[in-house]
């Protein structure tokens, strides 16, 4: 079956402007995760998603960052006003909760110029 | 908080030796589950292995083993006969508050 899809892969953008990210979760995952990956470090967490519930949005670093989902299908996550330290790859992952696994998507990879 | 640790950044071995990953985790819960996730340079992160905290039996996938210390909050991860596609980012991750918290990674290099 379909795993998680990204889009898009790449987005290079320049200082100040808007960015929307998507992501294509499995069918049938309730939950749905963000993530931010810098160069060479480790993974970030940015917001959780699960079913109806309120977004668990305690990791986004700044008001510049937020992100929807309609029910259980796709999310996006839009970066406002981008600054350099916003690059990074972005992950999402989709899960049936939180003790199984999580499949991740390809990511998609900002660059701020 | 949950905090994950990876003391070991970088890591190589000789194909077909064996090499342990080290991870331990900060923890009050008593029933959990560690998962170890690999990523390769396609940044596809992908599960390797994943162990629940009340099995006493450690969890074993093909050549990937896990050696888990509960008491020790030790979770290292054991990669028998070494392959070159093993080379890769490794991360261990444990479930705190309903998200993963990831170590920050373990590059393994894979020498022929």
């Known amino acids: 079956g379909a795993g998680v899809s990204q889009s898009p892969s790449n987005k290079v953008t320049e200082k100040g402007k808007d960015v929307e990210l998507r992501c294509d979760p499995i069918s049938g995952h309730t939950a749905l995760y963000w993530y931010r990956q810098r160069l060479g470090q480790g993974l970030e967490f940015l917001i959780y998603f699960q079913g109806n519930s309120a977004p668990d949005k305690s990791g986004l670093p700044s008001d510049r960052f937020s992100a929807e989902r309609t029910g259980e299908s796709v999310s996006t996550l839009t970066i406002q006003r981008t600054q350099q330290e916003d690059s990074a790859v972005y992950l999402c992952a989709s899960t049936l909760g939180i003790s199984y696994e999580q499949y991740f998507g390809p990511g998609t990879r900002l660059t701020v110029t | 908080a949950q905090t994950v640790t990876q003391s070991q950044p970088e890591m190589s071995v000789q194909e077909a030796e064996t090499v342990t990953l080290s991870c331990t985790y900060d923890t009050s819960e008593s029933d959990y589950y560690l998962f170890w996730y690999k990523q390769p340079p396609s940044r596809q992160m992908i599960l390797v292995i994943r162990?629940?905290?009340?099995?006493?039996q450690n969890a074993t996938e093909n050549r990937f083993s896990v050696n888990f210390q509960k008491a020790a909050k030790s979770f290292s991860l054991k990669i028998s006969d070494s392959q070159l596609g093993d080379a890769a980012m490794y991360f261990c991750a444990f479930p705190g508050a309903q998200k993963l918290v990831f170590g920050q990674g373990t590059r393994l290099t894979i020498n022929p």
């Open positions: 162990q629940e905290a009340y099995k006493q």
